[in-house]
């Protein structure tokens, strides 16, 4: 595997399940990111992750929790979602936390949520 | 506040056709850097280019060309002759002086090519 990998590659679940995304890197890279991609709105960052610590959180509701077991691996664990929460969901990650570092993504997970 | 606008929400074309996206940004950060990306059909967003806030020469690198122009913050992304494989969605972003720990990119919503055979 190479890049950025990201599992499923499509997630229906109902508003009372659990369920979690998962992004691998293989790019040796130190920043780990969360984006939602709504249809006709900007790509929304949610969490970024430098050295596995959490460094922001952009007011994500709790039904989202994140988890960074370590630098090539970031989760995102869904519970009780809202039907709005449908979106695709993308990782990224980049070689540190320096703004001049280009951010790889993933393919996404498109989630729909009944 | 930042903010990317990218005022053109889709674009048609017919192949070998030049197309320009533009791209407009908001910032109070003297260092910044601008990025385009594509996506698309398949998910990924695919680097293009970044240009750091010093830098406004224009860049060409095949049939991409990108226009930085400060003076009207705009970084207009030109594709000539354009091609099938072009169609995606393709996003401009901007990113401010490095922070502590994490850094993420404002992006635009992003503008539509289908390119037409």
């Known amino acids: 595997e190479t890049g950025v990998t990201q599992t499923p590659r499509h997630l229906v679940m109902g508003m009372t399940n659990k369920k979690s995304l998962k992004c691998e890197q293989h790019l040796g890279h130190n920043a780990m990111y969360w984006y939602k991609q709504s249809a006709k709105k900007p790509l929304e960052l949610m969490f970024v992750?430098?050295?596995?610590?959490?460094?922001e959180n952009n007011s994500v509701p709790s039904r989202f929790s994140p988890e960074c077991p370590n630098s090539s691996h970031l989760f995102l664990h869904l519970h009780t979602l809202q039907p709005e929460d449908s979106a695709l969901y993308l990782c990224?990650?980049?070689?540190?936390?320096?703004?001049?570092?280009?951010?790889?993504f993933g393919p996404g997970t498109r989630l729909t949520v009944l | 506040a930042q903010k990317v606008t990218q005022a053109q929400t889709e674009i048609s074309v017919v192949e070998k056709e030049d197309v320009t996206l533009d791209c407009v940004y908001e910032?109070?950060?003297?260092?910044?850097?601008l990025f385009w990306y594509k996506q698309p059909p398949s998910g990924e967003l695919v680097f293009l280019i970044r240009?750091?806030?010093?830098?406004?020469q224009n860049e060409i690198s095949g049939r991409y060309s990108w226009n930085f122009q400060k003076s009207t913050s705009s970084f207009n992304f030109t594709i000539t002759a354009s091609q099938v494989v072009d169609s995606a969605v393709y996003f401009c972003a901007l990113s401010e002086a490095p922070r502590q720990a994490g850094t993420a990119l404002i992006f635009g919503k992003g503008t539509t090519l289908s390119v037409s055979s």
């Open positions: 910032t109070r950060d003297t260092t910044y850097y």
């Open positions: 992750y430098s050295l596995e610590e959490r460094v």
């Open positions: 240009r750091n806030s010093f830098d406004e």
């Open positions: 990224a990650s980049s070689q540190d936390e320096d703004s001049y570092n280009e951010q790889f």
